[in-house]
T-cell receptor, first 116, second 114 residues
Framework: AQSVTQLGSHVSVSEGALVLLRCNYSSSVPPYLFWYVQYPNQGLQLLLKYTSAATLVKGINGFEAEFKKSETSFHLTKPSAHMSDAAEYFCAVSGMFSGGYNKLIFGAGTRLAVHP | EAQVTQNPRYLITVTGKKLTVTCSQNMNHEYMSWYRQDPGLGLRQIYYSMNVEVTDKGDVPEGYKVSRKEKRNFPLILESPSPNQTSLYFC?????????????FGPGTRLTVT
């Protein structure tokens, strides 16, 4: 079975501060891991993905995440927050099943607020 | 422009009145899926389709139906909506089931059942 836990349903940072959104996963197969972002009144947009290549993954808008197998973590970071980063962020895990079906399991989400 | 469209975007209805939420993609994707998003629960898969005429249940299929008669369309049907189906619904698509993780999402449909 696979699952995702996002620590902190709400995170608030000042503009220019470090953004750190935490994600821990559980997977019985080598995982693929993803971060999606949801801006207000919009659908989800893929920020970045880990698919067993480099453990440090860079995404759009200056975000990056590091896959740490020993810690079963895939935390999302950005060195300097911008007001436009305010959104909800979802971590997701996927794995190949025997039938070749690749399913996404989402975490509960973390709402990021950025204040001046 | 490559996109997934959903209609309607907002819907208020009453218990028991059948409704359909349409989903269409213009990317010739094989795989399509419906999710519902509820506070504190993230997104949960309702149904998915690996290709035309091939559909299967996700994690929360009770009270929903789907069909996939054409590759581009994947409507979600609520035969007898109930208040616990009040939620934000997303349709998503990807090139194939092997790339199901690279999913493109529609803008969402906010459904309220009174």
């Amino acid at each position: 079975a696979q699952s995702v836990t996002q620590l902190g349903s709400h995170v608030s940072v000042s503009e220019g501060a470090l953004v750190l959104l935490r994600c821990n996963y559980s997977s019985s197969v080598p995982p693929y891991l993803f971060w999606y972002v949801q801006y207000p009144n919009q659908g989800l947009q893929l920020l970045l993905k880990y698919t067993s290549a480099a453990t440090l993954v860079k995404g759009i808008n200056g975000f990056e995440a590091e896959f740490k197998k020993s810690e079963t973590s895939f935390h999302l970071t950005k060195p300097s927050a911008h007001m436009s980063d305010a959104a909800e962020y979802f971590c997701a895990v996927s794995g190949m099943f025997s039938g070749g079906y690749n399913k996404l399991i989402f975490g509960a989400g973390t709402r990021l607020a950025v204040h001046p | 422009e490559a996109q997934v469209t959903q209609n309607p975007r907002y819907l208020i209805t009453v218990t028991g009145k059948k409704l359909t939420v349409t989903c269409s993609q213009n990317m010739n994707h094989e795989y399509m899926s419906w999710y519902r998003q509820d506070p504190g629960l993230g997104l949960r898969q309702i149904y998915y389709s690996m290709n035309v005429e091939v559909t299967d249940k996700g994690d929360v299929p009770e009270g929903y139906k789907v069909s996939r008669k054409e590759k581009r369309n994947f409507p979600l049907i609520l035969e007898s909506p109930s208040p616990n189906q009040t939620s934000l619904y997303f349709c998503a698509s990807s090139l194939s089931s092997r790339n199901a993780y690279e999913q493109y999402f529609g803008p969402g449909t906010r459904l309220t059942v009174t």
